[in-house]
């Protein structure tokens, strides 16, 4: 009897991965730096969306500091997106019963 349980649950598992998966891709989240003078949009891949520079980043001599200020937008959006995707993921598998701790998607 439990074994069966346990089929029906993994089967509901894969249904239920299946369609965070295509959610995951739907999410975007912003990220920004610099006091908002750079801002980045990311999906739920992690992959740019958008890119946003205020123009008084655009003088010479201040690459450095752009690309700097660029990183730090993309790393502000990632963490962003991967707390979504958590969320995410402990809202759908929430009610199979699996243990507090792991993480998924796998």
Do not use: Y
Request: aromatic share 2%.
């Amino acid at each position: 009897m439990d074994f069966l349980k346990m089929m029906k649950q993994a089967k509901q598992m894969q249904e239920q991965m299946g369609s965070l998966q295509e959610q995951i891709v739907e999410i975007e989240a912003e990220g920004t730096s610099g006091a908002g003078l750079v801002t980045v949009v990311l999906n739920g891949k992690g992959e740019m969306k958008s890119l946003k520079i205020d123009p008084s980043l655009l003088k010479e001599g201040e690459g450095e500091i752009l690309e700097d200020l660029i990183i730090a937008a993309h790393t502000d959006g990632r963490v962003k997106v991967d707390a979504a995707i958590q969320e995410k993921t402990q809202d759908m598998m929430g009610g199979l019963g699996l243990p507090a701790n792991m993480k998924l998607p796998f």
